[in-house]
């Protein structure tokens, strides 16, 4: 397993930015896809997007493609979440998730096998 600490949430008004880090504890070479979820309050941990570490294919949850870019960076070992014209339904908690070894379905929670604490976004309307 990978620790994982995500950063950059915050409070944003409608129509902003964030960018969202995840910095994994070792090498990024044996993990073969990194991902992002989130969970509002009452309601279930759902897929935002995933990369795969080698080639960096992406795939993205109907409700952010177009808005959120996920990218990596491998001398830093760290995967982005770059959030743009939110809206008040982006606020949640997002949660970083890694896998290292290979996995189909990355959209299922159960592809993943380490995950982050989670970070705060708030989107004020």
């Known amino acids: 397993q990978v620790q994982l600490v995500e950063s950059g949430g915050g409070l944003v008004q409608a129509g902003g930015s964030l960018r969202l880090s995840c910095a994994a504890s070792r090498r990024t070479f044996s993990i073969y896809a990194m991902g992002w979820f989130r969970q509002a309050p009452g309601k279930e941990r759902e897929f935002v997007a995933t990369?795969?570490?080698?080639?960096?294919?992406?795939y993205y949850a109907d409700s952010v493609k177009g808005r959120f870019t996920i990218s990596r960076d491998n001398a830093k070992n760290t995967v982005y979440l770059q959030m743009n014209s939110l809206k008040p339904e982006d606020t949640a908690v997002y949660y970083c998730?890694?896998?290292?070894?290979?996995?189909?379905?990355?959209?299922?929670?159960?592809?993943?096998?380490?995950w982050g604490q989670g970070t705060q976004v708030t989107v004020s309307s």
């Open positions: 998730a890694a896998v290292d070894y290979s996995s189909n379905y990355l959209q299922l929670q159960s592809a993943y096998n380490s």
């Open positions: 990369i795969r570490w080698s080639g960096g294919s992406t």
